[in-house]
């Protein structure tokens, strides 16, 4: 199994809402990664998790909370978003968090009304 | 100056034609060298990764890395319809921020039937 799987593809939320992004890899790979697209923008980073543990925050505001509950497994919970955040948002993995190439997955299309 | 520049296109071109995509970077710690391919609406699929100066070829594509002139480039022989999309360079310092992809704006790539 050589892909990174997101759920849902699409999410609409309102700016009271609690809800999570999902994605799940099954390459044996120990770093994982959040990213946000917006359009005709490239990727920008959120959070880096290595085996499991949060390492990086790019000074990303709290109504992001991610959540690695085991190697295969990465969450993004959201909660009180704002419309500036709609965005396309990407996981990926890597076999380690360093140097190495990153697969991505194929998205979850934000909008917050 | 940005740290990594790329021609955001449009780029236009006949179907069967050799495209050629670049990237120039100005940090000398750029030492790991990806090209993904982003359709619309989709997440970045991984094209090629490469560390070295020269060539590598996987199949229409060739990646080409020359590290004196911190230029980076994507060839694509006998370009193919399906071949339409957002191309984009990312790099990889041997610093610090060794886990961080540092993307080119993108460039769009159209090839017409």
């Known amino acids: 199994d050589t892909e990174v799987t997101q759920t849902p593809k699409h999410l609409v939320m309102g700016m009271t809402n609690k809800k999570s992004l999902k994605c799940e890899q099954h390459?044996?790979?120990?770093?994982m990664y959040w990213y946000k697209q917006k359009a005709k923008k490239p990727p920008e980073l959120m959070f880096v998790?290595?085996?499991?543990?949060?390492?990086i925050n790019e000074s990303v505001p709290s109504r992001f909370s991610p959540e690695c509950p085991n190697s295969s497994l990465l969450n993004l919970h959201l909660h009180a978003l704002q419309p500036e955040d709609s965005a396309l948002y990407l996981c990926?993995?890597?076999?380690?968090?360093?140097?190495?190439?990153?697969?991505f997955g194929p998205g979850t299309r934000l909008t917050v009304l | 100056q940005k740290e990594v520049e790329q021609d955001p296109g449009p780029l236009s071109v006949p179907e069967g034609a050799i495209v050629s995509l670049n990237c120039t970077y100005s940090?000398?710690?750029?030492?790991?060298f990806m090209w993904y391919r982003q359709y619309s609406r989709k997440g970045p699929e991984l094209l090629m990764y490469?560390?070295?100066?020269g060539n590598k070829e996987d199949g229409r594509f060739t990646a080409q890395v020359d590290k004196s002139s911190k230029y980076i480039s994507l060839f694509i022989r006998d370009s193919q319809p399906s071949d339409s999309a957002t191309y984009l360079c990312?790099?990889?310092?041997?610093?610090?921020?060794?886990?961080?992809?540092?993307f080119g704006k993108g460039t769009l790539l159209t090839v017409n039937p």
């Open positions: 990312a790099m990889i310092d041997s610093g610090g921020s060794n886990y961080k992809l540092t």
């Open positions: 998790y290595s085996y499991e543990k949060l390492s």
């Open positions: 990926a993995s890597s076999q380690r968090s360093s140097y190495n190439e990153q697969f």
């Open positions: 490469t560390y070295s100066s």
């Open positions: 940090n000398s710690a750029f030492q790991y």
């Open positions: 390459m044996g790979h120990r770093a």
